[in-house]
């Protein structure tokens, strides 16, 4: 009798399963139908089975073994999301979680739930009846190897955020991170540094000195010229965008004798070793607050360089430039659509990065071919900076191994290899008909980048 009812759930939950919409369905529901379901344990709560994963050493509950609906409730409770924002809720495990913030999210809320294992997908769908979320409209699913869906995952969390005009939620499920198998290493540090990052954003260091940068920067921005005045500047010329990577030190000669043929756009970081290399950058780039961001101009530098810079920008950086040579640009955290203008005047898309608020720069003022220099993305000796940088050296917790620009692995902290991907979905998405051509030799392989020497760069487009 017990295995006929999970066998009901199964084929239930299949047939519900085969009505939704998500990517590479039939090959993922052939692959559920393959898969050994793990060992299940009743709790409690009848017909509210839990279910145990492997960590690598140890068995996982990936639930409660007393009331896992009550637990999943709690736990919805203690994270404090808004009921009226968006979700992605990454692991389903058995789906108690998901249940409780479909019950507690406004009826209006969308919830992307991303399962990377599809043993405890299979496991859920053998234990439990999961038409709640299965038949829900309000419910995106996204199942499967990270590389195969991470695309239109993203696709899916901007367009929310574009067209609804709110947040995007990140809830972890713990026990189901810790038990991704060994082929998705590399999402679990992501997903670890997504759920150090993101548990609450609202009361961060890093948005109180935005608040208060802003507000220090209220006379300053009166008196600067709008980033609107730049649009199409440029139009059809090549750019040079500098990096603070150890590898830029290979190149700043060459880079400095380039400049008069491109437009040369410099991150902040890179703008001492840049201008000690005699290099006059048509233009940096700073977005962050921290206090550690004014060191980066600490020094005399051409005044012929004009910046580009959120009102939140650190206030000494932004005071070090000349009111005619600082253009002022509104951040927008939607990314662009393609050939975006009403609505977005004088604005720049603002990421962790600056290297993609850079890129969001070139496209507003035409700029049809990128250069990369620097931009390694990676740690070499324990220097994660250029030499004469501010800052020439990090400490990470987490160092994750990606493919390497010369075919070797490289480590790369957590938070750049954010930065990596996103680089890649940037571009590939906003950046029709543009070129981006990698020529950092050295650090990280970027996905969709061509790869170049920076000399033979130069040659061949310039």
Request: charged content about 25%.
């Given at each position: 009798?017990?295995?006929?009812?999970?066998?009901?759930?199964?084929?239930?939950?299949?047939?519900?399963?085969?009505?939704?919409?998500?990517?590479?369905?039939?090959?993922?529901?052939?692959?559920?139908?393959?898969?050994?379901?793990?060992?299940?344990?009743?709790?409690?709560?009848?017909?509210?089975?839990?279910?145990?994963?492997?960590?690598?050493?140890?068995?996982?509950a990936?639930?409660?073994?007393?009331?896992?609906?009550?637990?999943?409730?709690?736990?919805?409770?203690?994270n404090k999301?808004?009921?009226?924002?968006?979700?992605?809720?990454?692991?389903?495990?058995?789906?108690?979680?998901?249940?409780?913030?479909?019950?507690?999210?406004?009826?209006?809320?969308?919830?992307?739930?991303?399962?990377?294992?599809?043993k405890?997908?299979?496991?859920?769908l053998?234990?439990?009846?999961?038409?709640?979320?299965?038949?829900?409209?309000?419910?995106?699913?996204?199942?499967?190897?990270m590389?195969?869906?991470?695309?239109?995952?993203?696709?899916?969390?901007?367009?929310?955020?574009?067209?609804d005009g709110?947040?995007?939620?990140?809830?972890?499920?713990?026990?189901?991170l810790r038990?991704?198998?060994k082929?998705?290493?590399?999402?679990?540090?992501?997903?670890?540094?997504?759920?150090?990052?993101?548990?609450?954003?609202?009361?961060?260091?890093q948005?109180?000195?935005?608040?208060?940068?802003q507000?220090?920067?209220?006379?300053?921005?009166?008196?600067?010229?709008s980033?609107?005045?730049?649009?199409?500047?440029?139009?059809?010329?090549?750019?040079?965008?500098?990096?603070?990577g150890?590898?830029?030190?290979k190149?700043?000669?060459?880079?400095?004798?380039?400049?008069?043929?491109?437009?040369?756009v410099c991150?902040?970081?890179?703008?001492?070793?840049?201008?000690?290399?005699?290099?006059?950058?048509?233009?940096?780039?700073?977005?962050?607050?921290?206090?550690?961001?004014?060191?980066?101009?600490?020094?005399?530098?051409?005044?012929?360089?004009?910046?580009?810079?959120f009102?939140?920008?650190?206030?000494?950086?932004?005071r070090?430039?000349?009111?005619?040579?600082?253009?002022?640009?509104?951040?927008?955290?939607?990314?662009p659509?393609?050939?975006?203008?009403?609505?977005?005047?004088?604005?720049?898309?603002?990421?962790?990065?600056?290297?993609?608020?850079?890129?969001?720069?070139?496209?507003?003022?035409g700029?049809?071919?990128?250069?990369l220099?620097?931009?390694?993305h990676?740690?070499?000796?324990?220097?994660?900076?250029?030499?004469?940088?501010?800052?020439?050296?990090?400490?990470?917790?987490?160092?994750?191994?990606?493919?390497?620009?010369f075919?070797?692995?490289?480590?790369?902290?957590?938070?750049?290899y954010?930065?990596?991907?996103?680089?890649?979905t940037?571009?590939?998405?906003y950046f029709?008909?543009?070129q981006?051509?990698?020529?950092?030799?050295g650090?990280s392989?970027?996905?969709?980048?061509r790869?170049?020497?920076?000399?033979?760069?130069?040659?061949?487009?310039?």
């Amino acid at each position: 009798m017990v295995k006929e009812t999970i066998m009901s759930f199964f084929e239930k939950n299949l047939k519900a399963l085969t009505s939704a919409d998500f990517p590479g369905k039939y090959e993922i529901i052939k692959k559920l139908r393959s898969e050994v379901p793990l060992e299940r344990v009743e709790t409690s709560v009848q017909d509210c089975p839990t279910a145990f994963g492997f960590d690598g050493i140890r068995k996982v509950a990936l639930h409660s073994t007393r009331n896992p609906v009550k637990e999943a409730e709690r736990w919805i409770a203690t994270n404090k999301l808004d009921e009226h924002n968006h979700l992605v809720a990454l692991g389903i495990a058995l789906g108690y979680h998901v249940e409780a913030a479909l019950n507690l999210y406004h009826s209006e809320s969308r919830i992307i739930v991303v399962e990377l294992n599809l043993k405890h997908f299979a496991t859920a769908l053998h234990a439990r009846d999961l038409s709640t979320i299965l038949d829900n409209d309000r419910i995106k699913l996204f199942l499967g190897p990270m590389d195969i869906i991470r695309n239109e995952f993203i696709s899916e969390t901007e367009y929310l955020k574009e067209n609804d005009g709110v947040e995007v939620e990140v809830m972890i499920h713990e026990p189901s991170l810790r038990t991704l198998p060994k082929s998705e290493q590399q999402s679990q540090e992501i997903f670890y540094y997504i759920r150090n990052i993101r548990i609450s954003t609202k009361n961060t260091r890093q948005q109180r000195l935005q608040q208060k940068n802003q507000a220090g920067n209220e006379e300053v921005v009166k008196a600067s010229v709008s980033v609107e005045t730049l649009r199409g500047s440029q139009l059809g010329r090549t750019a040079i965008l500098i990096a603070p990577g150890p590898s830029l030190q290979k190149n700043l000669h060459l880079v400095a004798l380039a400049a008069g043929h491109a437009v040369t756009v410099c991150l902040d970081a890179a703008l001492k070793p840049a201008v000690n290399a005699g290099l006059v950058p048509d233009y940096v780039v700073t977005i962050d607050p921290a206090d550690i961001i004014s060191d980066f101009f600490d020094f005399s530098f051409s005044n012929k360089t004009g910046l580009i810079f959120f009102p939140g920008s650190n206030m000494k950086a932004v005071r070090r430039f000349a009111p005619e040579n600082r253009f002022v640009a509104m951040p927008s955290d939607i990314p662009p659509p393609s050939g975006r203008e009403r609505g977005f005047e004088g604005m720049l898309y603002r990421s962790s990065s600056v290297i993609i608020t850079a890129l969001d720069f070139y496209r507003h003022i035409g700029c049809n071919s990128i250069i990369l220099v620097g931009a390694d993305h990676a740690v070499r000796k324990d220097r994660s900076h250029v030499e004469g940088a501010a800052t020439q050296s990090r400490k990470s917790s987490r160092l994750i191994k990606a493919g390497g620009y010369f075919g070797v692995e490289v480590n790369v902290p957590e938070d750049y290899y954010i930065y990596l991907r996103e680089i890649e979905t940037f571009f590939e998405k906003y950046f029709p008909g543009c070129q981006l051509i990698n020529a950092t030799e050295g650090g990280s392989r970027i996905n969709g980048c061509r790869q170049s020497s920076f000399l033979d760069a130069v040659v061949n487009i310039l």
